[in-house]
């Protein structure tokens, strides 16, 4: 069976030249500008309003486009970017710890292991120290020390404490004043602001993305918007296993849309297993909750040395307590990247060390750190997260350690973007977690606000208007809209009109229990081989047998999740597929074929230093593959080693 057709090479031709550390200036300016009173004249379309969308938002806003941003919450302050915990990465130095952007460059693409680009890296911790202050300007609470500076925590994957944090909220703290910046432009009348609408397809004229299709989530109307330029800040596609730290209404569908009018798909089976979950109570749960990395900055990760010791963990003397990440990793100890944490403790279950309900769990312990830093200390810095902890659990995490275990957090992947994050449609831009552009094969925890705002606040507002000074665009076609609204009013249609006898819910758990068992923490070709058979049969029974009660002309929530399982039902075969042809194993996709002989992850430079980009053909031919090579100038590819 060929499960895919091999194309023609493709390259970022928009990454400019010269010294690393100049590429962006020479971007910048080189690049073409729109002067005020053009700006005016300008539409852009932007999906999505979390830290990406809402800082791209408020900064076209304010330097005089007309934006017309959508979300399908009821305000953009539940994005899901408003979850992250544990805080933001930034080159300051504050700490007079040795760290320097160059340093923040190297330990992102070593904790990328080697599958990401230099160029687009280095932008990104250059733009870190301008992101903390456009962010103290805008007053969100970071924390301090004693001396007044912004205090400063270490994440997985440095030596170094470069991670500024307002308490365990960080997420939300930063989301909030994006969200302020861009109902300040609201106001302005800069920005027109649509609640409640889910993108459903793009408007394409002469193959350029000139505007999107939305579906008014509460009266179920159709309606279409046009512009100069479109920008997806759309997400990542983890609810793709059901389970997953993302929000439940987190999904691939502005994505997915968009790549089956020609965005190419990268790198889909790079994905983040996180080690710091809440374990998995029973099957009534619908998703899973994240506890945040920073917790490893104090809380010490242990097993029972001996498999079956199912004694009290207060009853484990320490002589008996197997403290495996400091053991196996003395250099970074607890601290490791997420990719290392999460096999680490998948294999120590495995062995039967796992301790809770179904073995499936590691105790992350705070005693010594209470005892170290005493009590009130200890809530200062983490009693948010100590409080959700409990409240979810019923146990007190001050006086007996947390249970943790992995889960599917973030997707490095995403659509295939340039360095001016042009996806291979022109006119479509896509930001944040929607790209596939920073972290290569695993991020960096505390990256993804790093990411999401520089690419809202800085790159976008630069790259974009590169593009529109070259006045490509001109009215777009009725036909072209009324082709738009015929997919979506088919789509809907069809959904609407099977009637059969599974809900929709069953199929994207069941569709969760197949990625999760085959294309998760551990792949095996036999594995993937067989989840190849599963999804489509899966998919088929979908469109024969799913039940959709109500209609598409007023609020239908079962309606919407059932567009956004089909999507995930053909996403899900492609990141088998990416998974299957990566015969190496990098980061967060582990080939159990592709192991060093101490049990990690063993990269194949030779064969697989490119991005994988996927271009779409049809739903009944197999999508075909492009290959961007990776060069590697400044951080040469080296074994990945914690220890």
């Not at 609408?197 to 004229?205: P, S, T, V, W």
């Not at 039967?352 to 105790?363: D, I, T």
């Amino acid at each position: 069976m060929t499960w895919y057709n091999s194309g023609d090479p493709i390259a970022d031709s928009t990454a400019p030249a010269g010294p690393i550390a100049d590429r962006w200036t020479t971007r910048k300016f080189e690049a073409r500008l729109v002067n005020p009173a053009n700006k005016r004249k300008k539409k852009i379309i932007i999906i999505g309003t979390g830290l990406a969308g809402g800082a791209a938002g408020a900064t076209l806003g304010e330097q005089g486009y007309h934006v017309i941003q959508f979300c399908f919450q009821d305000s953009p302050r539940r994005a899901h970017s408003i979850a992250a915990q544990g805080g933001i990465n930034a080159a300051k130095n504050y700490r007079n710890d040795g760290d320097s952007v160059h340093r923040l460059f190297y330990d992102t693409v070593k904790g990328g292991d080697y599958r990401s680009r230099e160029s687009n890296v280095h932008r990104l911790a250059e733009i870190s120290t301008q992101i903390i202050d456009q962010c103290v300007a805008q007053g969100v609470p970071f924390a301090r020390e004693y001396g007044g500076l912004l205090d400063n925590r270490s994440f997985g994957g440095t030596q170094v404490s470069r991670t500024f944090y307002a308490r365990g909220q960080t997420g939300q703290q930063l989301l909030l004043g994006a969200y302020q910046a861009l109902l300040r432009q609201v106001d302005a009348g800069t920005v027109e602001l649509h609640a409640r609408h889910e993108m459903l397809d793009l408007i394409m004229a002469d193959g350029v993305a000139r505007g999107v299709v939305v579906r008014d989530l509460i009266t179920g109307e159709i309606k279409s918007y046009t512009a100069d330029a479109v920008v997806l800040a759309s997400g990542g596609y983890s609810n793709v296993y059901f389970l997953s730290t993302n929000a439940m209404g987190s999904n691939v569908t502005a994505s997915w849309r968009a790549h089956k009018h020609g965005a190419y798909f990268a790198n889909p089976c790079f994905t983040q297993i996180h080690p710091t979950c809440i374990p998995v109570s029973g099957e009534h749960q619908s998703k899973l909750t994240l506890m945040s990395e920073s917790l490893r900055n104090d809380g010490r990760v242990w097993v029972p040395q001996q498999a079956g010791d199912h004694r009290e963990p207060r009853d484990i003397p320490e002589d008996e307590r197997d403290y495996y990440l400091e053991r196996i990793y003395p250099a970074f100890g607890n601290l490791v990247p997420r990719d290392i944490a999460s096999r680490a403790a998948k294999n120590v279950c495995d062995e039967g060390r796992g301790v809770g309900p179904g073995g499936l769990g590691v105790y992350l312990d705070f005693a010594d750190a209470i005892g170290r830093l005493g009590l009130d200390a200890v809530k200062a810095k983490y009693g948010n997260l100590f409080t959700m902890y409990e409240r979810i659990t019923g146990e007190n995490p001050y006086e007996r350690p947390m249970r943790i275990y992995p889960a599917v957090h973030y997707t490095m992947g995403g659509l295939w973007v340039d360095y001016d994050l042009r996806s291979t449609i022109p006119g479509l831009f896509v930001i944040g977690e929607a790209n596939f552009s920073d972290h290569g094969a695993n991020r960096l925890g505390a990256s993804a606000l790093m990411q999401g705002l520089a690419d809202g606040y800085f790159v976008l507002p630069t790259t974009i208007g590169d593009y529109l000074a070259r006045g490509l665009a001109g009215d777009v076609p009725d036909t072209a809209i009324a082709a738009a609204e015929r997919r979506v009013t088919s789509m809907i249609g069809r959904l609407l009109s099977i009637n059969g006898d599974r809900t929709v819910d069953s199929f994207h758990r069941e569709l969760g229990h197949i990625m999760w068992e085959y294309c998760g923490m551990e792949r095996t070709e036999e594995g993937l081989r067989k989840a190849l058979d599963l999804i489509p049969a899966l998919r088929a029974e979908f469109w024969e047998r799913v039940t959709v009660p109500g209609s598409g002309d007023d609020l239908n929530q079962s309606l919407e999740r059932a567009g956004r399982v089909a999507d995930f039902l053909e996403l899900a075969e492609l990141m088998v597929i990416d998974a299957l042809h990566r015969t190496e194993s990098a980061g967060g996709h582990f080939r159990a074929e592709s192991r060093t002989e101490d049990g990690e992850a063993r990269r194949d430079d030779q064969n697989f230093s490119y991005v994988a980009a996927w271009e779409w053909n049809d739903s009944d031919e197999p999508p075909t593959l492009h290959r961007e090579a990776l060069n590697f100038e400044y951080v040469h590819p080296t074994t990945r080693s914690y220890k």
